[in-house]
């Protein structure tokens, strides 16, 4: 029996609503997550756009806040400046590599515990005729649903947020410089990441779940 797409996301909705709570936790990770990415980004953005304007006033406002202009004296000056940037660049990506880890690994983790608790249905829907490759697609559609609406939330929170901060830093020389594509070019990048992360992290407890037998699924006490 082949059910349609139509099924699966109805399904699929139905079983988040269910599970609300535990869905929660589950976005919670991948907020927070791309909230940090999206703030960094934008951050970036915002200084990288001020640093090009070029202007004393402004410049004097970076190097007040710690951020390297490049208008350092004399060719070792600025060597220095780029090493610097060079430097924090690295660290940022650190730390961005191992916040999306861990919204990996929770991900998972939590896609494995609903499998747990989903045994007598996942066997059901094995007995009544759905394919493995149903049972998979089910799952992704969860975790996709879920990354997206935790990316969407993460990119506003951590924008907003970012924002807030460079205002009270550098004034209204943010709005006046305001990197608008920039902005909209790292949220859709950060859109993207949250999105395939959630999908990445949904593989593993997707194919458990395709892969279970229906009559052990159905004897489990879970």
Known sequence: ???P?????EISIR???IRFGRSLI???GVVLA???LMSVWSSNEIVSSLRNVNKSEINLL????GVETGMMDGEEGSAEA???LQEEESKQMWLISLSLLVCVVGIANAMLMSVTERFREIGTMKCLGALDSF???LFLLESTFQGVAGTSAGILIGFLLTLALALLDYGGFVIDYFPTAGILRSALYALVAGTVLSLIGAMLPAYRAAKMEPVEAMRSDT
């Open 34 to 36: 791309i909230a940090f």
């Open 135 to 137: 049972i998979v697609k």
């Open 15 to 17: 079983s988040l609503k």
């Open 1 to 3: 029996i082949i059910l």
């Open 5 to 9: 797409m139509s099924r699966a996301v």
């Open 82 to 84: 780029q090493a610097r």
């Open 62 to 65: 970076l190097q007040k806040k």
């Open 26 to 28: 589950t976005t919670s």
